[in-house]
């Protein structure tokens, strides 16, 4: 069983950054597809990034390609989401996953095992 625990969201100003955390225990993380995802109230759950066991391949979701990237550093067992030129329409809580396949599925929620409880992000015109 893997907990997963962000951190790092808060509030800021458009055009600023934050870079979010995930820590992972419970598990070999390095085993791990991870991604994050984003969900604004109203809204359902929308894919934002995500990154291979080895951190190698990386993939974004249109809104957010050029200004946010994900990382991971396995000796660590975190994964990042930093996230920069924020907008206002950023603005939702993030919550980071892992997937124990990287797979076709990867940008959708069916592809994840686990869930963090995630982290609120405000941005302010």
């Known amino acids: 069983q893997v907990q997963l625990v962000e951190s790092g969201g808060g509030l800021v100003q458009a055009g600023g950054s934050l870079r979010l955390s995930c820590a992972a225990s419970?598990?070999?993380?390095?085993?791990?597809?991870m991604g994050w995802f984003r969900q604004a109230p109203g809204k359902e759950r929308e894919f934002v990034a995500a990154?291979?066991?080895?951190?190698?391949?990386?993939y974004y979701a249109d809104s957010v390609k050029g200004r946010f990237t994900i990382s991971r550093d396995n000796a660590k067992n975190t994964a990042y989401l930093q996230m920069n030129s924020l907008k206002p329409e950023d603005t939702a809580v993030y919550y980071c996953?892992?997937?124990?396949?990287w797979g076709p599925g990867i940008a959708t929620i069916y592809e994840y095992d686990y869930w963090g409880q995630g982290t609120q992000v405000t941005v302010s015109s």
């Open positions: 990154i291979s066991r080895s951190g190698g391949i990386t």
């Open positions: 996953a892992a997937a124990r396949i």
């Open positions: 419970g598990g070999t993380f390095s085993m791990y597809a």
